[in-house]
């Protein structure tokens, strides 16, 4: 073995052209990863292109190049921006963004490097183990075992950071919903697509990741006319430290927050674990992976559970150390049986097969080389990935300095042209502003948004692994044939009803708090928004009722089966929260100075003071200033223009019509003159009307204008062109391409 | 010096240099020329030829279009650029190109047996009829094999048939469970599929775990297991293409071995599975263009096509995705009539599935 792996390593760098693959492989990973929408399988469909032109080695080097950093990269926008490039990337949002918020942007993106990169050591170390024992492993997990786990997973998920079982439990149903449009994986019928084929092959999952998450942030990007980050140092004194946290983001910093990761060992090392045996069983995905490797380290760190979500190292070491072992995992069932377990999994294969290279049972043996050449490059680019991310880490943190409103048309465009290229349909930036509309209601109700997500990823696998554990296993059988599956859906139990016992306890502290008070009605911030509320909660229960009655008396009763469930399940959560919301409105108080909740991409809590742990062990101890809300910052802002006799507290309401008009605008715009026309027009229209809210000076103003002009036309074009993308716009007009 | 007006005069500075570098980004950007290549009689010099696959970026008619189109394109001598449109389960990258300008810049890729067995199981997808389109050329995919685990007492597709209790066969459903459903019926079996697996890779997953001792799909998915004897091949749909396992598949029965060898005994039942050896020996997978596309323009793309589908190297290169043979277009309507003859069958016996 040792020699073979010797071997592999001098296949891997023992050559120039070798390492200037690997080097171009991570560079084009890194740099199209951060873009939303053209994360992983977009990224390696281009990586594809360029291997029917290369020979094996600069294949494996070049392809495992683009995906591992583009695997990485993608995390950088979630942390930074919280718009996710891709699903994966959804978890290490959680507490990335919230430590962004904190002027810890730099600190985070170490933390998320330091992580990645073990991540990619720990799962390469698993690989060259599981290569040994290959022609077992992909046979240990039988449909039951499957549904287990993914109920597992999905309890795990629906109980972070939401304040109500019954949100939870309509969440993913909302979820399983979304996932039953299309073509049921079981029978073939079509399911709600109502005659359009473009729903035939169901909502893509990088829409709804984009829809759900990218959408509502970029609603409250455009609110912010000041920078994103305006926060000052508190010391401990109570004084305050002038120096902007973020202008002094430095390598020290992301550095520090890199060695931060290191002390979190026990979750590195579990989460790699989790991400490799994830990798392993086919359709868990990394979204799961992540999510589940994030849900683990929360309900077994008691002592800092409450935490998670508010911005801490651990929530980014657990979502992030699962990252690069999944890929790895995955690559167990690849080379050792031939079978692919996603998609870029599956474009991996194809890369090998038009090389001659046929993986499968008996491969390694066949060629020890190559395989742990793979193990290398792999590796490799872990680390070059993340040493990239780390350089780069302060300079991309400076993103979080630029006031939202002007990044705002640049991460929009992007979205819509990012859904756009994984699609390769208009319909495709329809469903994201639908689905940004969903998002946009569930995040400020404190619906769980992972949940949702969670059920939409995970809703195939679970139909076909329940169909497929009924006709294997009938009756009662699954009990004594699969004991494991039983007691994985125990421990799921459990997690449920500890959930609820949490929620009972702080229900009655509340009501012991608000007696105190003198407030009568429940619920307390929770309350918020007591008509939309209930609205949100009439709407959901007409859709259960409606959607499973459709269900049930126009499909056969297999495929009708997943669309009936999930709508039992958002019947029963709309009637479980529907009393409670009616006394909210009945017992409405009107909000006086209280500020909206955060807008991170869970709804948490934030602490009044959090302590900064300083990563290189610095002498002072140095505190941040409570975050403000975006609806703090409007009424301090010298210029919000928008919420100048605006509809909704703060204006609220008014920021989020007129960002989703110019989300919808641009489009339009796209598809009424194509993408490159579309976006320009767009980034000058922009430019002119709205960017005035955060430049005073005419010349700037001009300058963004010309920038975002220039730079939108330029960036979409090469996309275009680099892609040999067709678009075929209502009115086609000739534009310069590139 | 006032801070804040030497602030402005920074800002104006970046703004002019801003505009500058605008200036300059849009004068190359309006010399920059789209490459052309070649020129001479070909109807498409100086332009550009898309290539629509209905795909996924890195699915099997994207990855086919990628492998042709440098071929195509010297050719031809023009560029050509290769782009998908994956939604709706390929039919609306089908319909895009069925409905584009006919001039012979928009080349399709048509996936008939999926169509027909859409048309069959009664799912509404485009409006496409067979005959509306010109068909260019076709390549030969993977056969499609039944294969049982090695340990089972099916050593034959006729052990199946004689089987006194209906044999769990696994499936990923669609055309394969149709398949699988219609020749047992045309033998007056019940089949008994589980056809619940995602993918061929669960597929196999399944098997080799002991889901069930008999499946069937595209011989690509079960290569290695067979090599490795961990799968027994049992009957396929066409002969075996060269290759490695050309020479263990050599004495595997195939349909039309079968319907001479162990004809069903009804007539019902021989006319369906005359049907199925005719389904499955089409070449499912075309490439075409629109209706009324100028006849010089069919011409040198059916002459391009056909150049570059017998070229050894495209062949290598489609031959590691499982895909050989090359089919002319001018054969492409008798195939496609023949397959939609099967469409009555699939509706009487898609409930069977």
């Keep these: 073995m040792w020699g073979n792996l010797l071997q592999g390593l001098e296949a891997t760098v023992g050559g120039w052209s070798a390492i200037v693959y690997l080097v171009s492989g991570v560079l084009l990973g890194v740099i199209v990863g951060v873009i939303p929408g053209l994360s992983g399988v977009v990224v390696i469909s281009i990586a594809l292109v360029f291997v029917y032109k290369l020979n094996l080695q600069a294949t494996l080097v070049f392809f495992l190049g683009v995906h591992a950093a583009g695997t990485y990269s993608a995390s950088i926008s979630s942390i930074l921006l919280n718009t996710p490039a891709h699903p994966e990337s959804v978890p290490v949002g959680i507490d990335g963004y919230p430590m962004s918020r904190r002027g810890e942007g730099a600190r985070a993106l170490g933390i998320s490097a330091a992580s990645t990169a073990v991540s990619g050591v720990v799962g390469g170390v698993l690989l060259v183990i599981a290569f040994h024992g290959v022609d077992t492993l992909g046979t240990l997990l039988h449909p039951p075992d499957m549904v287990a786990i993914i109920i597992l997973a999905i309890f795990l998920v629906a109980t972070l950071g939401v304040r109500r079982t019954s949100k939870a439990v309509i969440s993913i149903g909302l979820g399983f919903l979304l996932a039953s449009i299309g073509t049921s994986h079981v029978t073939g019928q079509s399911r709600f697509t109502f005659n359009s084929i473009y729903l035939l092959s169901g909502v893509s999952l990088a829409v709804v990741a984009i829809g759900t998450f990218a959408v509502p942030q970029m609603v409250d990007l455009f609110g912010v006319a000041s920078r994103t980050v305006k926060r000052r140092h508190l010391l401990a004194d109570g004084t305050s430290d002038p120096k902007d946290i973020v202008s002094g983001a430095s390598l020290r910093d992301t550095l520090g927050g890199a060695a931060e990761a290191l002390r979190h060992w026990v979750i590195l090392l579990r989460g790699a674990v989790i991400g490799f045996v994830g990798g392993i069983v086919p359709g868990v995905g990394g979204f799961a992976t992540n999510y589940i490797s994030y849900g683990v380290a929360k309900q077994l760190d008691r002592k800092r559970s409450h935490l998670y979500g508010t911005g801490i190292p651990e929530g980014i070491v657990a979502a992030e150390s699962s990252s690069l072992a999944k890929e790895e995992g995955s690559k167990v069932m690849t080379l050792g049986l031939g079978l692919p377990t996603g998609t870029a999994s599956a474009l991996f294969l194809v890369a090998l097969a038009i090389q001659g290279v046929q993986p499968g049972i008996g491969f390694i043996d066949r060629h020890p080389v190559q395989a742990y050449e793979i193990v290398w490059v792999l590796v490799l680019c872990t680390l070059l990935g993340t040493a990239v991310g780390v350089l780069a880490g302060p300079q991309l943190a400076r993103v979080t300095r630029v006031p939202g409103v002007l990044l705002f048309p640049f991460v929009i465009a992007f979205c819509l042209v990012g859904v756009y290229i994984a699609d390769v349909t208009y319909v495709a930036m329809g469903e994201i502003i639908v689905l940004g509309l969903v998002g946009i209601v569930l995040r400020r109700l404190g619906y769980s948004l992972g949940a949702y997500m969670m059920g939409v990823v995970m809703g195939p696998t679970l139909e076909q692994n329940v169909y497929l554990s009924h006709r294997l296993f009938p009756g009662w059988t699954v009990a004594t044939d699969r004991p494991v599956a039983v007691v994985i859906v125990a421990v799921a139990l459990v997690v449920l009803v500890l959930k609820v016992l949490e929620v009972r306890r702080a229900d009655r502290a509340e009501r012991a708090g608000n007696a105190r008070r003198g407030v009568l009605a429940r619920g307390g911030k929770e309350n918020r928004y007591p008509v939309l509320e209930l609205g949100t909660t009439i709407v959901l229960l007409v859709l259960g009722v409606g959607a499973g009655w459709y269900a049930a008396t126009h499909y056969d009763g297999v495929t009708a089966g997943l669309p009936v469930v999930c709508c039992l399940l958002i019947v029963a959560g ?71 006799r605006a509809w909704g507290r703060h204006g609220q309401y008014t920021r989020e019509i007129a960002a989703v008009g110019w989300a919808v605008g641009c489009a339009l715009l796209c598809w009424l003159v194509g993408f490159r026309l579309g976006v320009g027009i767009f980034g000058l229209a922009y430019g002119l009307v709205a960017a005035g809210r955060a430049l005073t000076s005419r010349w700037r103003k001009v300058a963004f204008t010309v920038a975002s002009v220039v730079v939108l036309y330029v960036v979409v074009s090469l996309l275009f062109t680099a892609l040999g993308l067709y678009e075929d716009p209502l009115i086609f007009i000739p534009v310069p391409t590139f | 010096m006032n801070p804040t007006s030497a602030r402005h005069r920074r800002g104006r500075h970046a703004a002019l240099a801003t505009l500058l570098a605008a200036a300059m980004a849009l004068t190359a950007c309006s010399t920059t020329k789209p490459a052309s290549a070649g020129a001479g009689k070909s109807y498409c010099a100086g332009r550009t030829v898309t290539f629509l696959a209905p795909d996924d970026p890195g699915g099997n008619s994207d990855l086919q279009m990628r492998v042709v189109a440098p071929t195509i394109s010297q050719i031809l001598g023009c560029t050509v650029h290769v782009t998908d449109s994956p939604q709706g389960d390929t039919v609306v990258g089908q319909d895009l190109v069925a409905h584009a300008k006919p001039d012979g810049l928009t ?157 069903p005994t009804s007539a019902s039942g021989n006319q369906l599975m005359q049907t199925l050896v005719n389904y499955r020996a089409a070449p499912s997978d075309w490439y075409f263009v629109p209706a009324g596309t100028p006849k010089d323009a069919v011409d040198q793309l059916r002459n391009a096509f056909g150049k570059a589908l017998q070229d050894k190297g495209v062949q290598r290169k489609l031959a590691a995705l499982a895909v050989d043979g090359y089919v002319p277009g001018s054969l492409g309507l008798k195939y496609i009539k023949q397959m939609e003859a099967i469409v009555p069958d699939i509706q009487k016996y898609s409930s069977g599935s």
């Design chain 1, 574 to 644: 709309t009637l479980w929260q529907l009393p409670r919301h009616v006394n909210a409105l009945r017992h409405r108080v009107e909000p006086t100075t209280e500020p909206d909740p955060p807008t991170a991409a869970m709804p948490v809590a934030q602490p009044p003071i959090t302590p900064l742990p300083t990563g290189g062990g610095a002498a002072t101890t140095v505190l941040v200033q409570a975050e403000p809300t975006i609806e703090d910052e409007e009424t301090t802002t010298a210029s919000p223009g928008i919420v100048r």
């Design chain 2, 107 to 263: 080349v399709g890729y048509l996936q008939v047996s999926k169509d027909v067995y859409n048309e069959g199981i009664g799912k509404k997808t485009i409006d496409f009829k067979a005959d509306s389109v010109e068909y260019l050329a076709s390549t030969q995919g993977t056969p499609n094999v039944v294969i049982a685990a090695p340990g089972s007492p099916y050593k034959t597709f006729q052990d199946i048939i004689n089987s006194p209790t209906p044999v769990k066969i696994l499936s990923t459903g669609g055309s394969g469970a149709m398949t699988m459903t219609m020749l047992l019926a045309a033998y007056g079996k019940k089949a008994n599929l589980v056809s619940g697996y995602s993918s061929s890779a669960d597929l196999v997953q399944g098997f080799l775990r002991g889901d069930g001792p008999v499946t069937n799909s595209a011989l690509s998915a079960f290569s290695t297991i067979i090599t490795d004897g961990k799968a027994r091949p049992i009957l396929m749909d066409a002969a075996p293409p060269p290759g490695p396992l050309a020479d263990r598949l050599r004495n595997v029965q195939v349909y039309s071995d079968m319907l001479k060898q162990n004809p």
